[in-house]
């Protein structure tokens, strides 16, 4: 006999049973349906809602449930539909019929409510040490590569030259806003629906700061309807993850690239490559290939989730069983995509002379060629023209702006001197852009300073 049973005249539909239960995914959550069934327990000791007894002989049944689910022992079945069902039937078969006095003034509505918001908690918690210590290991590269000069891109088409450090630290700084926003989140997530009841709140006289207050929450949700009927929490942390994805997904693109012999900037350690069963010569970069294809699957929950939302009416419907898959299931991507790329990133090899060679052999000195005229007095617009006429004439004979002579260079201004052969080598217009978050080796490295401090305050450095 169900749980619920007492209405009904006949034994539920087998596939309806296999069909609507959770349990397969849902015992992920025992733990934290355990933790909050202890603070509810003891709240309904403490206002006297139970008996001290019963509800000292209910928690510890409670732990003895939780040990045996936790070791295997514990036998969970789909008969029983969900998580929280499965605790109940468990903790009546450990204690008697005294465990039938748990689910007073609760409902499994703000109880599944509550478990997901414990959950995600220490998912976020999780998420953010895991972060640190990409932005830890993206530090290091940058830190060893303040010299190193490479091509900068737009439209991947060689631009400007920059510091392989500052395209490091762009990173750096994507992952710390990702981390801001999950601490943001934490302000909605860290709130108790437990008192909601099964929509209109309960006729117990129950405390739900107590209870709150037991389990860390900063608070409860104001509307017990609303408590028990928005996921947005869940929403919020898959967006904030298809965010990360998004900006592991661009960094993986580029080690892609990297690695190929077009680019050959980068060597990913053995260690984190893989060879082809045909091609004994291939080293591929399956772990960043991989990490950006799990992107589609985090956008996948994200759309799944507001998706299933986007309909139903107040308060709690059984669709809303579709929150836990979809969560789970972008906080494991997640969490083995970044525990993966700290190492990945600490150990990858950079090839500081073929940055440079790709750097000397192209015209990403040209912009410095027109900043330089315009330093002589030359209105921008007509500096663009006249070096767009020497990059034009270069192209033709084959050669690049510092294999002119400076009779050359004059032939197109007399405003050039000799001072341009220093201007135009990479390491002279790398530092030239020294201003805040530019790519002067100064600057990068007050980012470093600045990125180190954000976080050391966070105390996430020692990861
Ligand atoms: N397994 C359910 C879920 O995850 C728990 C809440 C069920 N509530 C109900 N009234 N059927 O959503």
């Given at each position: 006999m169900k749980l619920w049973g007492g209405r009904f005249t006949k034994p539920t539909n087998q596939l309806m049973d296999e069909y609507t239960a959770s349990i397969t995914f849902d015992k992920k959550l025992a733990k934290y349906d355990i933790q909050g069934s202890l603070a509810h327990v003891e709240m309904l000791k403490v206002c006297g809602i139970i008996p001290a007894?019963?509800?000292?002989?209910?928690?510890?049944?409670?732990?003895?449930?939780?040990e045996k689910i936790e070791s295997g022992e514990a036998e969970l079945s789909e008969e029983h539909e969900d998580i929280h069902m499965n605790v109940e039937k468990l903790l009546i078969e450990e204690v008697g019929a005294v465990g039938g006095k748990l689910h007073t003034g609760r409902s499994r509505n703000d109880q599944v409510a509550l478990d997901m918001r414990l959950y995600l908690r220490d998912a976020i918690g999780t998420t953010i040490q895991l972060l640190a210590a990409v932005q830890k290991s993206l530090i290091n590269q940058a830190k060893a590569n303040l010299d190193t000069v490479m091509p900068g891109y737009t439209h991947l088409q060689r631009a400007q030259p920059v510091l392989f450090g500052h395209h490091m630290m762009a990173y750096v700084f994507m992952f710390q806003r990702d981390t801001e926003r999950l601490m943001d989140s934490l302000k909605r997530v860290n709130k108790s629906p437990l008192g909601a009841g099964a929509l209109a709140g309960t006729t117990f006289p129950i405390d739900r700061q107590f209870v709150a207050d037991k389990l860390g929450f900063d608070g409860i949700c104001e509307n017990s309807l609303d408590a028990v009927s928005d996921r947005d929490f869940v929403v919020e942390f898959l967006a904030n993850a298809s965010l990360i994805s998004t900006h592991l997904s661009r960094l993986c693109e580029e080690l892609v690239q990297w690695s190929s012999a077009e680019f050959n900037f980068v060597e990913?350690?053995?260690?984190?490559?893989?060879?082809?069963?045909m091609m004994p010569q291939k080293k591929n970069p399956d772990v960043a290939e991989l990490v950006r294809g799990k992107t589609g699957r985090v956008y996948g929950h994200l759309i799944g989730m507001l998706t299933t939302l986007k309909g139903l009416p107040l308060a709690y419907n059984k669709d809303m069983q579709e929150d836990k898959e979809g969560m789970f299931d972008t906080f494991e991507t997640l969490?083995?995509?970044l525990a993966l790329f700290a190492p990945m990133i600490d150990t990858m090899h950079v090839k500081k002379?073929?940055?440079?060679?790709?750097?000397?052999?192209?015209?990403?000195n040209a912009t410095d060629l027109a900043d330089y005229l315009v330093g002589k007095g030359m209105p921008f617009r007509e500096s663009h023209a006249v070096v767009g006429q020497v990059v034009l004439n270069c192209i033709n004979n084959g050669k690049y702006l510092l294999d002119l002579t400076l009779d050359e260079f004059q032939s197109f201004s007399e405003l050039i001197e000799s001072d341009i052969f220093d201007v135009l080598t990479p390491e002279t217009v790398v530092n030239a852009r020294d201003v805040a978050g530019g790519t002067a080796k100064r600057r990068v490295e007050e980012q470093i300073k600045q990125a180190e401090q954000v976080l050391d305050s966070a105390g996430l450095s020692e990861l």
């Open positions: 007894a019963d509800a000292d002989k209910i928690a510890e049944g409670l732990q003895i449930v939780l990913l350690d053995d260690s984190f490559t893989t060879g082809s069963s969490k083995g995509a002379e073929n940055m440079y060679a790709a750097v000397k052999n192209d015209f990403s």
